[in-house]
């Protein structure tokens, strides 16, 4: 366990390092809100008749979106482990005494936290003075907070275990890319991030949840809103824990395949 | 320009050689944005209109900005990817060839892949001419190609001015895609939809407006007062290259190589 502890702390370490970056991704995030912000607003003006969510609470969810983004965005690749896979230093890594799964998930848990750190507070905090139709307000309760809070922790984790079988796909497609793209493309549009769930007519929605994608970024932004109710949220969060016990094993069963009949590329 | 064919002869042979990467690219190229059209008509499954355009409307717009943006990523990719010469040194190379800056640059990169991404917009068009009830006659199907011709010159300022930049700062910015990639976001609705601070800046900063907004109303029979106006509008987006290029020039004057 301290293994794993200390590598994710050196990835945190590392990730707070790129700074500049970070500026340049908050002003590209910001930006990114307000345009998708007002979009929204002339959809919601132009009709009369009442959504599934309302045009405060998606406000929310947007600015939520944007400020996390780096957490939950799918496309976020670590080209370190991929470099590993295709030029055969994956054999250094094999003979580590721990496990190869933990290792990397802890490493992309604390890369993406790193990334998320540096970033999601500026932008709630300029979005939270704001005037008022774009503001980015307080939770709607105490306890929505706190399930915002719970289900938001379990959605990184369900995040990593999804991407955790990109990276295992190499090992048997040897080209990240083309893997990556699709899953990317879909995944996000599954997980609310180009139309927001609740607008989604019923059918497509039934769809998205019976996947796993809308419990990373969907749920708890939702929650955070108040557009999600109390009973629904905690049955969720049952849910959320069912996806990552499955993705996870399912992880660790691909990985030791791919691992009996390993071919180390390059020498 | 015969330089420039042969240039571009030269890219797609090279290009080539990767076909199954090449293809996979493509039709990812086609899928990413695909998803956005999508969202495009499921939301208006749910809102009917936006601000007084139908989906049809919109989607007319959606496809001249696609096409053309497309189109520009097709020959301008070599300014998107330019600070990778100017930190490697190899722009010094450049200035010592007989042949404009410009051009050379240009000749670096060719974006087949792109294909992918316009055969989209292309599908978009498509389908909003086939449910639009606009009679087309010789003057509007001029009037779209030359917002499309004018949309391309746009976006390639864009690219010039970001690759500019480089000369000073050295690594490319991120931020500069806000100008291009968020350009294009912003511009695939009409403009009248957003604030008055928004539509002021791509008037008279950015002219999105003379592609997306005074010939869309022409074409869609919106438009009042002078009509030739509204026609012409894309030439004032085309016009947008010149003061691109001559910062860019000012820019090369200002070029201290990294060495190396």
């Known amino acids: ?267 | 320009m015969k330089l420039y064919l042969r240039y571009v002869s030269v890219l797609l042979k090279s290009q080539m050689q990767y076909r199954t990467s090449f293809i996979l690219v493509t039709v990812g190229q086609f899928f990413i944005p695909f998803f956005m059209f999508i969202s495009v008509l499921l939301l208006f499954q749910r809102f009917s209109t936006i601000a007084g355009w139908t989906l049809y409307e919109v989607a007319l717009c959606y496809a001249v900005i696609n096409i053309s943006s497309s189109l520009s990523e097709c020959f301008a990719r070599g300014f998107d990817t330019f600070s990778m010469l100017i930190v490697r040194g190899e722009f010094d190379r450049i200035l010592v060839r007989p042949r404009t800056t410009l051009l050379q640059i240009f000749g670096t990169k060719f974006e087949f892949s792109r294909i992918g991404r316009l055969s989209q917009g292309f599908i978009a068009l498509i389908f909003s001419l086939m449910y639009l009830d606009v009679s087309w006659d010789l003057y509007r199907v001029l009037t779209l190609l030359l917002m499309i011709l004018s949309g391309t010159f746009i976006f390639t300022g864009l690219y010039i001015l970001g690759a500019t930049l480089c000369f000073w700062t050295v690594e490319g910015l991120e931020v500069v895609n806000i100008l291009t990639d968020g350009g294009r976001n912003f511009a695939q609705y009409p403009l009248s939809i957003y604030q008055e601070w928004v539509k002021k800046f791509f008037t008279y900063v950015i002219p999105f407006a003379s592609v997306n907004y005074l010939p869309l109303q022409y074409l869609l029979n919106k438009a009042n007062g002078n009509l030739l106006a509204h026609m012409l509008a894309p030439i004032l987006g085309i016009l947008f290259i010149i003061p691109c290029i001559l910062i860019w020039n000012f820019g090369v004057k200002h070029y201290k190589s990294t060495g190396s």
């Open chain 1, 1 to 267: 366990m301290r293994a794993y502890y200390s590598l994710f702390k050196m990835r945190v370490l590392k990730g707070l390092q790129y700074r500049t970056a970070a500026i340049a991704g908050v002003c590209t995030q910001f930006f990114w809100g307000i345009m998708y912000i007002m979009i929204f607003e002339a959809f919601y003006k132009s009709s009369t008749t009442p959504q599934p969510i309302t045009y405060n609470q998606l406000v929310q969810v947007i600015w939520l979106q944007q400020s996390f983004l780096v957490l939950f965005m799918l496309w976020y690749r670590d080209s370190e482990l991929f470099n590993q896979i295709t030029n055969g230093d994956i054999a250094y890594e094999l003979c580590r005494p721990s496990d190869l799964y933990g290792l990397w998930y802890a490493k992309l848990i604390g890369q993406r936290l790193s990334g998320a750190i540096l970033r999601c507070f500026p932008i709630i905090l300029i979005a939270a003075f704001l005037p008022k139709p774009y503001r980015f307000s307080l939770p709607a309760d105490g306890i929505s907070f706190i399930l915002f809070l719970i289900t938001i922790t379990l959605a990184l984790l369900l995040i990593v275990a999804i991407s955790m079988l990109i990276y295992i796909s190499t090992f048997y497609t040897m080209s990240p890319t083309g893997s990556l793209l699709m899953i990317a493309v879909a995944g996000e549009f599954f997980s609310g991030l180009i139309i927001p769930v609740p607008l989604m007519p019923s059918i497509l929605r039934k769809i998205v949840y019976l996947l796993p994608f809308r419990y990373t970024s969907d749920l708890p932004f939702r929650l955070y809103a108040g557009n999600i109710g109390l009973k629904e949220g905690l049955l969720s969060i049952g849910v959320q824990l069912v996806w990552i016990l499955i993705l996870v094993w399912l992880g660790r069963f691909l990985m030791k395949r791919a691992f009996k009949k390993i071919v180390v590329q390059g020498g």
